[in-house]
């Protein structure tokens, strides 16, 4: 049994259900249900609730006004692989191993499904890519991984969402579960049912312009195919008690910076996630607070009342929910580009050097981004510039001297964990029919 007693959850359940404490023979459980959506590849600023004027998510849009919301909320990285990993470990890449695409998460590494299903939870993943299929290790935890894809080694949200919701409906009411929902619906190519592309899509449209517009209308159906989960999980007895945890593993570029798609930098455009909390017990409210996605597990199993057993670089973020600590963190990022040949495609195609390791870390005002093999320092003052585009590096020594001490610090506290990073040529025709190589 689960000591629930400094539990924020359990307190509140002893107010809002029933059945707590003194629950007759059969109870619905009343450890929470945990669901964790990730939006791949889905940037915030698409999302309504997250200033977007498109109407293009009004489902995620009332999740939200439910929620706990954090508006400078950052991913790790720019990949699916290593963002993933640190949503599920609360472990930084160089910590996980998981550096690039492809490469497998070690069994060594503790997940959050690991740790729920060591607490009594059953555990299901319902995935929508190659990239995070079970063969890379992200099985672990999980008594359940449904990896079915309907195109190019991907799946449509709503299939997604139809058996994750049948496999929550047979759940029995008195054994908690945590179920992964993975969305890939904004990744390129965007062949989504024509009935939501159309509305974005005009016939003189090409190219960059093109893709814009269909980004648009994927976001549009993936948000559509909400509700059946949401319903569901309502429909069930115990389904009030569920904590939602949805957030993004990193968004998309369409030029900005002279990049296309993710993985090539840590920009904001693709950087900026969604995170929201939703759960009865929980007021609704927004948190301006710059936090890591590495903070995504420490914070759900802190909410849950659970142990992680392991040592995480994230931190629980409760205290700031809890209106206890308003302190703004340091966000750390790194992204590596997986192969050489991507790197002279990237080269050719935009003039980027990507080579070698990318780190950045925001701190304050301050945004620096620093790729030493690709002799690249840029320093920005998000405060003035969002957007990225006035690099101080140069003429603000004093910043930028300040900014390599904070990075020098994260980088010495992170114990390296060597992975295989060599990819076998079946992987590598795979990750290529994604579009990841060529
Ligand atoms: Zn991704």
Known sequence: MLDRDKSVLALACIGLLASCGDAPVGPP???????????????????????????????FDQLAAESIKFTNAYAVSSTTGPSHATIFSGLYPNEHGVLKNGVMLSDDVVTIAEVLRDNGYSTAAFVSSYIVKSDFGWVQGFDKYDEHYNFARRRWGGLTVDTASEWIADQPNDKPWCVWVHFMDPHKPYKQPAEYLEPYITSELSGNDLDMASYKGAVAY???????????????????????????????????????????????DTQRAPLIFKHTSLKPQQIDTIVGLVDYTPTVLDMLNIDAGTEMSGKSLRPMIDGSDATMRTVFMQRRIFDESSVEQILAETGANVSGSQWSVIDGDYKLILAPEANEVQLFNLNTDPQELDNVAETDSVQLRKMRVVLSAILDAQTLRVSATELSDEVLQNLEQLGYAK
């Open 222 to 268: 993936m948000d559509s195919v909400l509700p059946k989960l949401i319903n569901t999980i309502s429909s069930q007895e115990a389904g009030a008690g569920t904590l939602m945890a949805i957030t993004s593993d990193h968004g998309e570029l369409f030029g900005e910076h002279g990049h296309y798609g993710h993985g090539g930098g840590l920009y904001e």
């Open 29 to 59: 459980t009343t450890q929470p249900n945990l669901l964790m959506i990730t939006f791949d590849t889905l940037r915030a600023d698409h999302l309504g609730a997250y200033g977007n004027l498109d109407g293009l998510t009004p489902n």
